[in-house]
Structures are given as C-alpha cells and as structure tokens.
C-alpha cells in the first residue's frame, strides 16, 4: 500500500484543517488506518484510527472531542478533521496502515506515508 498525506498548513489557534491520506492498492475489509503524528523534540504518538469496512473509530484522549476521522470508500481515501486546534498540535502529521484495530503502537502499522506539517499559532 502506498500512502500519500496531504492538507496540512499553518493556522491560527482555535481554528480547523483537514487532513487526506490517499491510498492506492492493498486496501481490505480490516484493513486499519491510523493518523500519528511527531512534535518537535517528542516521539510519534498515535491519534486516530479507522477500520475500513464498518468505519470503526477510535481517537487518542488529547483529540478526543476535536478530530474525527473518516474515509471514503470511493476513493480510497481517509480523513482527519481537526477542530479547535491549539498551539501543542503542532507537528508533522503521518498516517499509516495495519491490520489490527485494537493496537495504535507504531508497530502494528506497516506502511506510512511521508508525513504533512501541521503548525499552529497562538
């Protein structure tokens, strides 16, 4: 599977952005795919992940209530909206496939895309 994360940027604190991770190939029924993401100076930290078939959510508790992530079937494609952003967002935002729902360790996901900058201003 090859993943490619877009929609990143800069905004202001409070505001929103979404993020797109576009999958192409090796997409099953429990097929996972999570979000994490890597603040400067902090190791990469899990933040949300979905299931593909039944879209089977789960979320990190520091976004729980902000983000909510999605996919369309149609397109191969995954979601990450992210509302009231705060300042401590800020980071390189990945996203990656698994086949395990009940995991969010790093191990777990086999494929990563390259990563888009999420930066918010106070």
């Known amino acids: 599977v090859q993943l490619q994360a877009s929609g990143g940027g800069l905004v202001q604190a409070g505001g929103s952005l979404r993020l797109s991770c576009a999958a192409s190939?090796?997409?099953?029924?429990?097929?996972?795919i999570a979000w994490f993401r890597r603040a400067p100076g902090k190791e990469r930290e899990f933040i949300a992940r979905?299931?593909?078939?039944?879209?089977?959510?789960a979320y990190a508790d520091s976004v729980k209530g902000r983000f909510s992530i999605s996919r369309d079937a149609a397109k191969n494609t995954v979601f990450l909206r992210m509302n009231s952003l705060k300042p401590e967002d800020t980071a390189v935002y990945y996203c990656?496939?698994?086949?395990?729902?009940?995991?969010?360790?790093?191990?777990?996901?086999?494929?990563w895309g390259q990563g888009t900058q999420v930066t918010v201003s106070s």
């Open positions: 990656a496939t698994g086949s395990n729902f009940y995991r969010s360790d790093e191990a777990a996901f086999s494929s």
């Open positions: 190939g090796g997409i099953y029924s429990n097929t996972v």
């Open positions: 979905i299931k593909w078939r039944e879209a089977k959510t």
